[in-house]
């Protein structure tokens, strides 16, 4: 078989590759040589690759247990488009191929992490996938449930808080054919408890303090030029208010809001037009009712569901049910 070119298979669509083996794999010097799917010769050292690898270990330990020749030939299943991949990932003098898109991803993962058991490989492996969490948060979700690393699946399902589920009523989110039903609904699950955690934050106040500066506790308006809820609200401190009604109308759609994407930013124009239009009409209100909601929507709110949505981040419940039965044995 003669051996250097690499000719790239359609079983291997990745992103384009060089179209000659690199260097350090075409070593006359190295001691064992691949023979890949689509018929390449890969020339490797094995202590390289046993140091990475304990199946390679074991299957070079096997290849000179039968007698090999002095050079063993010992075929494997993957194609040399993707082993150049995976070894550039740690192979001395090689240049690591930078993945692009999370299926490239999934197939060097897989064959790294599921069939090499490279573990030595996974830091830098859950950097590469944390990059992609804020774009594409069930995918590498389920990637990273896919290998076991609930560190990434609790940072990637907190990010998933900012979609909402909707998106996905006719078309499944990107990824899901990496990790299984369980998984998933485990994820289902988990954004559940966040929206209720989250959305508790505005049916009760009972968190928020009163002050004399907040001016939906304290206007005087007549209730023709600034209404009051009929109802009075607890707060905290056992105390109780009523409050203007543009304040509980912020409240209503913050809420609806979290329901739809815990995640959600609370100080959106869609949901702070209404209640400052509301509140333009009362002379009292409108002295300090704009820069007061504000600050009520970008931190006081924001901060109270923060705590609310870390208190079902805490809980390991959810996470357990990733992969029930599997611990999470790869490196941080
Ligand atoms: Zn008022």
């Given at each position: 078989?003669?051996?250097?070119?690499?000719k790239?298979?359609?079983?291997?669509?990745?992103?384009?590759?060089?179209?000659?083996l690199?260097?350090?794999?075409?070593?006359r010097?190295?001691?064992?040589?691949?023979?890949t799917?689509?018929?390449?010769?890969?020339?490797?050292?094995?202590?390289v690759l046993?140091?990475t690898?304990?199946?390679?270990?074991?299957?070079?330990?096997r290849?000179?247990a039968?007698g090999?020749?002095?050079?063993?030939?010992?075929?494997?299943q993957?194609?040399?488009p993707?082993l150049?991949r995976?070894?550039?990932?740690f192979?001395?003098?090689?240049?690591?191929?930078?993945?692009?898109?999370?299926?490239?991803?999934?197939?060097?993962?897989?064959?790294?992490?599921l069939?090499?058991?490279?573990?030595?490989?996974?830091?830098s492996?859950?950097?590469?996938?944390?990059?992609?969490?804020?774009a594409?948060?069930?995918a590498?979700?389920?990637?990273?449930c896919?290998?076991?690393?609930?560190?990434?699946?609790?940072?990637?399902?907190?990010?998933?808080?900012?979609?909402?589920l909707?998106?996905?009523?006719?078309?499944p989110?990107?990824?899901?054919?990496?990790?299984?039903?369980?998984s998933?609904?485990?994820l289902?699950?988990?954004?559940?408890?966040?929206?209720?955690?989250?959305?508790r934050?505005?049916?009760?106040?009972?968190?928020l303090?009163?002050?004399?500066?907040?001016?939906?506790?304290?206007?005087?308006?007549?209730?023709?030029?600034?209404?009051?809820?009929?109802?009075?609200?607890?707060?905290a401190?056992?105390?109780?208010?009523?409050?203007?009604?543009?304040?509980?109308?912020?409240?209503k759609?913050?809420?609806?809001?979290?329901?739809?994407?815990?995640?959600?930013?609370?100080?959106?124009?869609?949901l702070?037009?209404g209640?400052i239009?509301?509140?333009?009409?009362?002379?009292?209100?409108s002295?300090?009712?704009?820069?007061?909601?504000?600050?009520?929507?970008?931190?006081?709110?924001?901060?109270?569901?923060a705590?609310?949505?870390?208190?079902?981040?805490?809980?390991?419940?959810?996470?357990?049910?990733?992969?029930?039965?599997?611990t999470?044995?790869?490196a941080?």
């Open positions: 078989m003669s051996e250097g070119k690499l790239p298979t359609s079983s291997t669509p990745l992103v384009p590759c060089a179209d000659i690199p260097a350090p794999l075409e070593d010097n190295a001691d064992t040589i691949l023979r799917s689509d018929g390449i010769d890969i020339r490797v050292y094995r202590a046993s140091l690898s304990n199946v390679f270990s074991q299957m070079f330990q290849a000179q039968a090999e020749a002095e050079i063993p030939v010992i075929p494997v993957e194609s040399a993707i150049v995976l070894f550039s990932l192979y001395p003098g090689m240049v690591p191929v930078v993945l692009t898109g999370l299926e490239p991803i999934r197939e060097i993962f897989d064959v790294a992490f069939k090499y058991e490279m573990l030595s490989l996974a830091r492996s859950k950097r590469d996938l944390r990059a992609r969490i804020h594409s948060p069930v590498v979700y389920a990637l990273a896919r290998y076991a690393w609930k560190d990434v699946a609790a940072e990637a399902a907190k990010a998933s808080l900012s979609l909402s909707h998106e996905f009523d006719s078309a989110p990107a990824g899901l054919q990496y990790t299984t039903a369980d998933y609904h485990a289902l699950q988990y954004f559940h408890e966040c929206r209720t955690a989250a959305k934050a505005t049916d009760s106040l009972e968190w303090a009163w002050s004399p500066k907040l001016p939906w506790f304290n206007c005087s308006e007549a209730p023709n030029v600034c209404p009051n809820s009929a109802e009075t609200w607890d707060l401190d056992y105390l109780e208010a009523q409050m203007t009604q543009w304040f509980i109308a912020y409240l759609s913050a809420g609806e809001a979290l329901w739809d994407r815990p995640g959600a930013r609370l100080d959106t124009a869609e702070l037009d209640p239009k509301a509140m333009s009409g009362c002379p009292m209100c002295r300090t009712g704009f820069k007061e909601l504000i600050k009520f929507a970008r931190e006081t709110l924001p901060e109270k569901v705590e609310e949505v870390d208190a079902v981040c805490g809980a390991p419940a959810w996470i357990v049910q990733i992969h029930p039965g599997l999470c044995f790869y941080d």
